[in-house]
């Protein structure tokens, strides 16, 4: 990338924490809103399959916001909070400003949910409901949703900006940034297979197509079109150039084909210690689908509030 400001933009995964917080609290089953707002859940599933129904795109948004929000100091909503007087909020971090989207999803499901159950569902609980249901009506596995978080009353700019590994990272620095959060370098490959949706920003893989020699050349030359070597920062370009609308395994093939689109995805094919479970995923969907969904939910409870902790926000983008 040109400058540290480039380095910074396009971010999958987070690897800030909070200390007064414990790294996986104990959340409750599925079940949590059985009888404190029995249509929740539905309410919510109707919400994505509508909204991932009129763009498959917001599918791949809505899982990125659940990380985004979980990966800066826990699962707790910070993202979704707007700036006050008092803090900085989060949407306009390196990682987010013209890159996280689907916030009015959430804002519509919220008021939904709200007029069902006002002060009781909670907009981190709905941030770890949808990316399960996203994933879902794109192709993939259902997960029980640990339920139970409370929401944030400050979010961190600094956090979001300074504690996030790069797409220009190497695999060694990927495994550790995911071994600070708990994760196995396993899990860190599977959650990488989020990549399977979604697309990235010019910017985020430019250098990549231009200066990179581990990369497939027709690969290159179909992408430069669409991002040239200067200009065009926010043009964009699928994450997985075969089915970037299906939850598959398509991503991990490509990468074994040198068509991984960010530096950091190829670094997972790169002849180092993971070459051996990418090839595996890209032979066996299931496993994939099965291992992303476990490391969702060990993901779903990084540091959460929970107790008397935070508090149930009636508007997500605000603290009451």
């Known amino acids: 990338m040109a400058s540290n400001t480039a380095l910074k933009i ?4 987070f690897v800030c924490s909070i200390a007064s917080r414990p790294a996986l609290a104990q959340l409750s089953n599925q079940n949590y809103y059985a009888t404190r707002c029995p249509k929740a859940l539905d309410t919510i599933k109707s919400a994505v399959k509508s909204a991932v129904a009129k763009e498959a795109r917001m599918g791949a948004s809505l899982l990125r916001l659940h990380f985004h929000d979980c990966f800066v100091n826990g699962c707790d909503a910070s993202i979704l909070l707007d700036d006050t007087a008092n803090f900085t909020g989060e ?4 990682p987010n400003v ?30 770890a409901v949808v990316a399960r249901d996203s994933v879902v009506e794109l192709g993939g596995r259902s997960w029980q949703v640990q339920l139970g978080r409370r929401d944030s009353t400050t979010a961190s700019l600094n956090a979001a900006n300074t504690n996030l590994p790069a797409p220009t990272l190497n695999l060694s620095a990927l495994i550790t940034s995911f071994s600070n959060k ?20 010019c910017v985020t893989f430019r250098n990549r197509l231009y200066n990179e020699n581990d990369i497939s ?3 290159a030359t179909s992408l430069k079109a669409q991002c040239p070597s200067s200009g065009g920062d926010n043009k964009l370009s699928p994450l997985d150039i075969t089915s970037p609308t299906s939850f598959d395994s398509a991503y991990f093939s490509n990468l074994v084909s040198q068509k991984g689109l960010l530096h950091s995805d190829q670094q997972l094919f790169s002849g180092g210690s993971t070459n051996a479970q990418v090839t595996t995923y890209s032979k066996n969907l299931d496993l994939f689908k099965n291992d992303f969904a476990k490391a969702m939910v060990k993901m779903g409870g990084l ?13 997500c983008k605000r603290v009451n």
Request: aromatic residues 8%; glycine residues 10%; proline residues 3%.
């Open 98 to 127: 013209n890159s996280a989207r689907g916030f009015n999803v959430i804002d519509t499901i919220k008021s939904k949910v709200e007029k069902l159950c006002p002060g009781v569902v909670s907009c981190a609980d709905i941030l």
């Open 303 to 315: 540091s959460p509030l929970t107790g008397s902790a935070g508090q149930i926000r009636t508007n």
């Open 182 to 201: 708990g994760f196995t370098a396993k899990e860190m490959v599977a959650l990488s297979g989020s990549h399977t949706i979604g697309q990235a920003r």
């Open 10 to 13: 396009c971010f999958v995964f």
């Open 91 to 94: 949407k306009t971090a390196f």
């Open 217 to 219: 050349s027709s690969f």
